[in-house]
């Protein structure tokens, strides 16, 4: 009797685990048919991303060729209209009326300013292309500052305004491409120029540690206010004041400052109050790696 009780609870025992069992398998392949579901999703997902990316990056390289063309074929206008009026300028066909000296001006300024907004659009082409050529070279910033200082000598105009230069402090040589360091500081320069009605602009720079340099363009002009500092190196931005809109410009400056000045290993930054004046930043590297410059070389070249 004994035994048949045994027997018995043995066989319920084995029923059960047999149950257990089934119930355990049942749900392993309700999960392993959910984990396939949800692998399915994951890579449907990852094929439509990469999809999304190749038309990002063709529309992206459409758009820089696009940039690049009609760059290209505003200049030669644009340098014939400069060219028409620099020989009006010079009284070359004879004398000018007052008025028509104030209209051969007129373009002159305007021609410029166009020809600022071709050379910002095909920067930044080439650079979203990565086909911008970093070219370093030893330099001394004595001759970088004279070279500025007659390239804004013509356009510094405005008598309430000065500009100047001051002694580099403690600056050796530079390797870097002197072009584009030029390049930053005239995009810093000309928008003090702009926005400074009275006062003065100091252009400056020191060594800020063994391996740095930093340039500063400090202004007395109308300001930025705080909440705007990290929006004004954006591309296409441009603050809403009065005196903006009586000004045209691409909004690309200061963008296209923060990546030169990426490409040759440094950084861009800017200090501001509304009303009491900007100084703007640079610091880059005394010496750039080659290995910095040798990848946009291979780029350029290929």
């Known amino acids: 009797m004994n035994d048949v009780t045994g027997h018995d609870a043995q066989s319920a025992d084995g029923d059960k685990l047999e149950r257990a069992l089934a119930a355990a398998q049942s749900e392993l392949v309700a999960l392993r048919s959910e984990l396939e579901e949800t692998n399915r999703g994951v ?14 990056r063709q529309a992206t390289e459409l758009k820089s060729r696009f940039l690049a063309y009609m760059s290209h074929e505003f200049r030669t206008p644009i340098g014939a209209i400069q060219s028409i009026a620099r ?28 020809a600022e907004m071709v050379n910002d659009l095909l920067d930044l082409a080439k650079l979203e292309a990565g086909r911008i050529e970093v070219s370093p070279a030893w330099f001394e910033m004595v001759d ?10 013509p356009v510094a105009v405005n008598p309430d305004v000065t500009l100047i230069f001051e002694e580099p402090i403690d600056v050796p040589k530079l390797f870097s491409d002197d072009r584009k360091v030029a390049q930053i500081l005239r995009n810093f320069i000309s928008n003090a120029l702009k926005f400074t009605l009275r006062g003065e602009i100091r252009v400056s720079a020191k060594r800020v540690s063994e391996e740095s340099v930093q340039f500063a363009v400090c202004d007395t002009g109308i300001g930025i206010a705080p909440e705007f500092h990290h929006a004004i190196f954006q591309d296409y931005t441009q603050i809403d004041s009065p005196i903006q809109k009586r000004l045209r410009g691409t909004g690309l400056g ?11 290993g440094g950084d861009v930054s800017v200090e501001s109050e509304p009303q009491k004046g900007s100084t703007f930043y640079v610091t880059i ?4 790696p080659l290995t910095t410059a040798a990848p946009m070389d291979q780029r350029t070249s290929s």
Do not use: N, W
Request: hydrophobic fraction near 50%; aromatic fraction near 8%.
């Open 254 to 264: 200061l963008s296209l400052s923060k990546r030169l000045a990426q490409l040759l």
């Open 43 to 56: 890579l449907a997902l990852y094929a439509e991303l990469d999809s999304q990316a190749d038309h990002l």
């Open 144 to 153: 970088l500052f004279s070279a500025l200082r007659g390239m804004f000598k």
């Open 87 to 114: 020989i009006l300028q010079d009284r070359v066909d004879g004398p000018l009326t007052p008025e028509q000296a104030k209209q051969v001006g007129f373009i002159q300024t305007t021609s410029a300013e166009f």
């Open 285 to 288: 590297p005394i010496a750039l």
